[in-house]
């Protein structure tokens, strides 16, 4: 039993390294400078080790349909992306990928594109990868296999905790950054209002000349205006009230 479940974790390690090594690739290309993808310190992307077991255990039976594979692989892979980053991103308060200035987007959190690719990588990975990974376990013995893998594992776990509560702590700055943010953006009613108030009270009077004499200012700035008037009418209560007092 326990075997059984070293050689999956395997499989998934493996799988996940793979695709760490294509996103690191295709992220360099883009930006056209070494990028070291990837949520956790060690080289692998998880996601991609969780779809390709996904892959292997529902779509290894249809090894005799390779259309089959693609289509049901491309529609697998793509609700894996997909709440993935929805998981991640209520978790975290981040969204760790973003596919929004792509046309073929689906929310940000897919695109056609990647999912046409990943439906072409479940080929590769039901025909080619996942029996040159059997293959390979053939080389060792179980016990072998079980060293290699619990030491891998234990490697992992420790990469999972440490990695989470770097990205938490992420997440607590993100929140404490939008809250000051929120808190700022209250203030400036407050502050525009106050600057407001003091340029108003340095204007001695608005000419009734010069509004004759261009009439399209009371049209154009009637609002602001009649804001002036009411200022000044509220200044002027307030210091009769003063003296009443």
Do not use: Q
């Amino acid at each position: 039993m326990y075997i059984s479940l070293i050689k999956l974790f395997l499989i998934f390690i493996i799988i996940s390294f793979l695709g760490y090594i294509l996103e690191v690739i295709v992220c360099s290309y883009n930006y056209k400078k070494l990028v070291n993808r990837g949520f956790f310190f060690g080289p692998y992307c998880p996601i991609y080790g969780l779809g390709g077991i996904i892959i292997i255990w529902c779509l290894n039976r249809y090894y005799e349909d390779p259309i089959v594979v693609f289509i049901m692989g491309t529609v697998l892979t793509s609700l894996i992306e997909y709440y993935t980053s929805y998981v991640l991103e209520k978790i975290f308060h981040n969204r760790w990928w973003d596919y929004s200035n792509r046309p073929d987007n689906i929310n940000g959190r897919i695109c056609i594109g990647n999912s046409i690719f990943f439906g072409v990588g479940s080929l590769v990975i039901v025909y080619w990868l996942y029996p040159a990974i059997l293959s390979l376990f053939n080389l060792f013995t179980d016990k072998t296999l079980i060293i290699i893998g619990s030491i891998l594992l234990f490697i992992f776990l420790l990469d999972v905790i440490a990695s989470f509560v770097i990205a938490y702590n992420l997440r607590h700055r993100i929140i404490i950054a939008e809250e000051l943010k929120a808190e700022k953006l209250k203030r400036i009613p407050i502050i525009i209002n106050k600057k407001y108030k003091e340029e108003i009270e340095k204007l001695k009077i608005v000419s009734n000349r010069l509004i004759k004499a261009f009439p399209n200012i009371s049209k154009n700035n009637k609002e602001e205006l009649d804001l002036i008037w009411r200022f000044r009418k509220n200044i002027k209560e307030s210091k009769k009230n003063k003296k009443d007092k």
